[in-house]
């Protein structure tokens, strides 16, 4: 039912690495609607403008409580923008990550004030927003999962559920220990951690570690104060001794987290802490523990056992004996099942009259999705691109996971031989697809169905579809298909039902299609112009009665222009004809009338030579 771990952190432990002498860890803070890098007081923390994003809008943020960074802008994903956006952060090195988003509110009032959305991590869905998230300071304003990244990226995605925008104010991945809440030999690739709560008994202030000035190897993890667990019994005490090296590998706790504590009183000696928690899983729960009373000293002084829902998890626990002394670091760990709706703590003293606590966390354990073929995902984000695909699909993240939220219009079914998902079916009929299908479908291997039909894709069928040898389906009909039929497609076996009725497509059908006919195959190639080939299309080389009469009509307008331009030919030809005998008899009168005309010139000159006499050259 559980597994059980102690974790002693003494002052004088020797054998650990102390944070301060590794080298910083990776950390990526995402300011997200911002278009310049913002710092954040008290502690000068840098945080990205926003980038790595495949969608959404930025606007101006309303914080929703005080642990959120004071950030002023966030981005939300528009319905319209599809029900699937993530961020998507390359050149993440190899290693375990704290992986927390902060939610906001958009500063608009026309806005749905408290969006509800899911929020995965690595396709693997980590948390729900339940109504109330954004009222009240709690951890309810973000998510956190301690995660394995492996692939060089973080993929952490928002899934609408119909009940407003996603809108994510920041985004923190920061890397922990490889070992880093080990809790036995589940732990490793493949788990995630979700953050369920975690407290800082006796504490008065919520805090980071960075805020106890911790190391950065811890993750900067938020702790929530309490004061009491509302028995009316308790109190909380602190003090100001030092805790030495308490900030070890590999959870590199703040030593300042142990100086305050919650203790029961003589009027109810047991503390009982109680959380709400999802059904019928698994939950890692870290106890801490440090005698900081002053009246005890001693060993045998205060032992107590811890219950949890009932059961006892921890017998005679005696924080003195197992921690060596006071001000020292005792960390109790214990994976237990849990079939119901809450997670009750319980510490009920058994020498000493009272119980003391200085933390708590509670995680969920998770088992990570296994995710869709790489190969698959590279060829559905390219059939995206080359079929225009509207926003509304969205089409980000992994097409299968979560399996709460698969991709519009993509079958999955689940290889359990490779561990792997994959496509098998594509139903993108009548979405007002206008693009072409690029030969990269073929990468889709797995497919049985693909059912395109009543859209406005063009160009030529790809003959890589004959490489999909499990294709029963196919269903391009109602499109603008051109081109001839690829003789790849004779090589689907399996193939039951073609239909490529009314495109453009033209020439022979492949002599093996149409050989499956007489194997009970469905067929449909009807209003494909110039199609031929097989039985109910006209035999290939002879024309169709159509054809026929377009070619005899084209005829008849080809006589019936050479005959007028004949005739215009003829008439022309006359008129010049005509034209050359008027001349031929008009000739003679024109010739003496030029013949006069030079002799009257001439009789003019000579009488006005000899009236003026000769011409005297001095």
């Known amino acids: 039912m559980f597994n059980r771990f102690l974790f002693l952190l003494f002052s004088f432990l020797s054998i650990v690495t102390l944070s301060a002498s590794r080298a910083p860890p990776y950390a990526m803070r995402i300011s997200c609607g911002a278009r310049v890098n913002v710092h954040t007081k008290p502690t000068d923390t840098l945080w990205y403008k926003d980038f790595a994003y495949t969608g959404g809008v930025p606007a101006n943020a309303t914080r929703p409580s005080f642990i959120t960074p004071p950030l002023s802008t966030l981005r939300y994903f528009p319905l319209s923008e599809g029900p699937e956006n993530c961020y998507h952060i390359n050149r993440v090195p190899s290693g375990h990550y704290s992986v927390r988003m902060f939610f906001g509110l958009v500063a608009d009032p026309n806005f749905d004030n408290e969006p509800l959305f899911d929020v995965s991590v690595e396709g693997t869905l980590v948390y729900s927003l339940n109504t109330g998230w954004s009222t009240g300071d709690s951890e309810q304003v973000f998510a956190e999962a301690l995660v394995f990244l492996t692939e060089g990226t973080a993929s952490l995605c928002f899934h609408s559920t119909g009940h407003g925008d996603p809108a ?18 589940q732990f490793g690739h493949g788990i995630i951690l979700r953050t369920a709560k975690r407290l800082s008994c006796g504490a008065g202030k919520p805090k980071f570690d960075e805020d106890y000035s911790g190391s950065p190897w811890g993750g900067d993890r938020f702790w929530n104060p309490i004061t009491t667990f509302g028995q009316s019994s308790d109190k909380a005490i602190s003090t100001e001794s030092a805790f030495t090296k308490a900030s070890v590998a590999p959870n590199f706790y703040p030593a300042a987290l142990y100086q305050t504590a919650i203790v029961s009183t003589d009027t109810k000696p047991d503390l009982t802490y109680a959380i709400d928690v999802e059904p019928n899983s698994n939950y890692s729960v870290w106890l801490h523990f440090a005698e900081i009373d002053p009246s005890v000293t001693n060993v045998g002084q205060r032992v107590f056992d811890i219950l949890i829902n ?113 496509i098998d079916g594509l139903g993108l009929d009548n979405q007002g697809l206008r693009g072409f299908l690029p030969n990269d479908i073929s990468q889709l291997g797995h497919l049985q169905s693909i059912n395109l039909s009543g859209n406005s894709i063009r160009g030529a069928i790809p003959s890589s579809l004959g490489n999909i040898t499990g294709l029963v389906i196919l269903d391009l009909s109602y499109n603008s298909f051109n081109g001839s039929i690829p003789e790849s497609l004779g090589q689907l076996n399996s193939l039951r039902i073609l239909n490529l009725n009314s495109n453009k497509v033209s020439g022979k059908v492949p002599a093996a299609l149409g050989g499956m006919l007489l194997h009970r195959a469905s067929f449909n190639f009807t209003d494909n112009a110039g199609l031929c080939g097989i039985p109910g299309l006209p035999a290939c080389g002879r024309l169709s009665a159509g054809a026929t009469a377009g070619i005899a009509l084209a005829s008849c307008i080809g006589f019936i222009f050479v005959v007028i331009c004949s005739l215009c030919w003829w008439k022309r030809r006359q008129n010049i004809l005509r034209a050359q005998q008027i001349a031929a008899r008009e000739a003679p009168y024109a010739k003496a009338r030029t013949h006069f005309s030079r002799d009257v010139q001439m009789t003019i000159h000579a009488r006005t030579a000899s009236e003026n006499g000769p011409i005297l050259l001095s």
Do not use: M
């Open 310 to 422: 009932g059961d006892i998890i921890f017998k005679a626990v005696d924080i003195v004996s197992l921690s060596g002394g006071q001000n020292t670091a005792l960390i109790l760990n214990a994976t237990v099942a849990v079939n119901g709706r809450t997670l009750t703590i319980t510490i009920h003293p058994t020498k000493g009259s009272h119980a003391i606590i200085n933390a708590i966390e509670v995680f969920q354990i998770i088992i990570a999705e296994a995710k869709t073929l790489p190969s698959e995902v590279s060829a559905l984000q390219s059939l995206k691109r080359a079929l225009q695909l509207p926003h509304r699909f969205g089409w980000n993240g992994d097409p299968c996971i979560p399996q709460q939220h698969p991709w519009t219009g993509a079958d999955c079914h689940f290889d359990s031989a490779k561990g792997k998902w994959f």
């Open 168 to 185: 994510v104010l920041s985004i923190e991945i920061l890397q922990v220990d490889d070992k880093a809440y080990y809790f036995g030999p």
